[in-house]
């Protein structure tokens, strides 16, 4: 749900700032409507959690004049973007409410809303006012961006007073609102800021501009100062270097290191062997940076050779080798609850006389959704009440009840515990129940597998890899 969220986010504000520098009227229309249609997209998807893009908006049209008089002009198309909103939305919700009565208010609003801002469905997402903001440094330094995004957020505000620069302030309140909002509740997951994350690579992003476009002039008037100095000192020398053929040598080799950097900061290091000998290995950018302004400067080139040089260490900035990570690992998809539910049924309906459906054994507000997402469809569910460890035992070790079981973890490892103060015989094997655990999920709630289903346990798949 995050990625469609995130994109209704981003499109939201692309499309406000785009209406809002258009003058004619078919634009503006446009873009209005693509605003309120990714505001439809967020909500459909994670309903409330889109109310920030609305709120950040609102508050960049009342606090800029300009967008004051703007909103004045078009308010009637606002209103009708707004009509459409509410005709796409209130469909599914009245469909829901006339399924499921209250039960549905209840749950979107008082459990996943007010319970979650005011108090918590799972006591382990209580965290302190600063978590966002401690999580998201420890995050952006983990990437290598944590000064970058520092830098960006220092110079978007100091650009954004000095200029009065309404598309800096909306990016500002893109950051800022949301996050001061949901710092102010209890439950804090950090998944919450993911919308808001855009704004911060943003802010980055225009560190990272501004210095390409103004670090190349001090760095020119160095070179050409150096030249000159060489050519008043060494004019000799420098007119043998300035021959075409001299030239055209130099230039290669700048041209040569200048590449080797840019190849380092896309792919990593470089290592070329012959048979168990490395004839040319480069892991850094310094050095072949320094040989391509050397190399460079000895062949006249000034002013490109700058431009060429200045990207380069602007790139070095960039937090590149996390984004060869990600891309290393887009063939790489783990799908852990998917792989998981398809190969329980697929055991339950090759094996004939087994026990079906899912015991649960997780309190009721701590059930993460993605869990009931997918296993949803192994029915029936037997829940208990409250956390049993002696059920368990009913659920692992008899083979004529032997079935999937979703247990928080704290249960199962009292379960653990009782079982061997009260010296169970060893064929019961309570310690090595074939399990899967969602690393990638921070919710303590386990996937057993015993008897039978123990072929789609973590452990097994391996074997079979």
């Not at 998807?45 to 008089?69: G, M, N, S, W």
């Not at 008043?232 to 080799?253: D, F, I, K, Y």
């Not at 009440?385 to 059920?391: K, L």
Request: glycine letters at 6%.
């Amino acid at each position: 749900m995050e990625a469609p969220l995130v994109l209704a986010y981003c499109g939201g504000v692309f499309h406000f700032l785009a209406w809002a520098s258009s003058n004619r009227t078919a634009v503006r229309s446009a873009h209005a409507f693509a605003a309120g249609l990714f505001v439809v997209l967020g909500f459909m998807t994670k309903f409330v959690a889109v109310a920030f893009l609305p709120i950040v908006l609102a508050t960049a049209t009342v606090v800029v004049p300009e967008y004051r008089r703007k909103f004045r002009r078009d308010w009637l198309l606002w209103a009708g973007v707004g009509a459409v909103c509410l005709a796409l939305v209130a469909p599914w919700f009245l469909w829901a409410w006339r399924q499921y009565g209250n039960f549905f208010w209840e749950t979107i609003l008082r459990e996943a809303v007010y319970t979650r801002f005011t108090a918590y469905l799972d006591p382990t997402h209580v965290q302190p006012w600063y978590f966002y903001l401690t999580t998201m440094y420890s995050r952006f330094s983990t990437y290598g961006s944590a000064v970058l995004v520092g830098a960006g957020l220092v110079l978007l505000i100091v650009q954004t007073v000095r200029r009065r620069w309404p598309e800096g302030l909306v990016i500002l309140l893109w950051c800022g609102v949301p996050l001061l909002l949901i710092s102010m509740g209890t439950s804090k997951l950090y998944h919450y800021v993911y919308p808001f994350l855009p704004a911060f690579a943003l802010a980055a992003g225009y560190a990272a501009g501004l210095a390409s476009m103004l670090a190349a002039a001090p760095f020119s008037r160095i070179v050409q100062s150096l030249q000159e100095h060489a050519g008043a000192r060494w004019p000799r020398a420098v007119a043998t270097v300035r021959r075409p053929a001299v030239q055209g040598l130099l230039l290669a080799v700048a041209a040569t290191a200048v590449g080797i950097a840019i190849i380092t900061l896309a792919r990593g290091p470089i290592r070329i062997t012959i048979g168990t000998n490395d004839v040319f290995k480069s892991s850094g950018v310094f050095r072949p940076l320094l040989i391509a302004v050397v190399f460079g400067l000895a062949a006249g080139a000034g002013r490109m050779g700058t431009k060429v040089i200045v990207a380069v260490l602007v790139m070095s900035a960039l937090p590149l080798p996390a984004y060869r990570q990600s891309l290393g690992r887009l063939d790489a998809a783990k799908h852990p609850m998917r792989t998981a539910r398809d190969c329980i049924a697929h055991v339950q309906a090759q094996t004939a006389g087994l026990p079906r459906g899912l015991y649960v054994d997780v309190p009721a507000p701590a059930l993460p959704y993605p869990h009931y997402y997918y296993f949803r469809t192994i029915r029936p569910w037997t829940r208990s009440e409250s956390p049993s460890p002696a059920q368990l035992e009913r659920y692992i070790d008899d083979p004529a009840e032997q079935r999937p079981i979703l247990v928080w973890e704290p249960t199962y490892q009292r379960f653990q515990r009782e079982a061997e103060a009260a010296g169970t015989p060893a064929s019961r094997q309570t310690t090595s129940t074939p399990m899967v655990v969602f690393t990638d999920i921070i919710d303590n709630v386990l996937l057993l597998l015993p008897g039978p289903y123990g072929v789609c346990s973590s452990e097994s798949r391996l074997r079979q890899g």
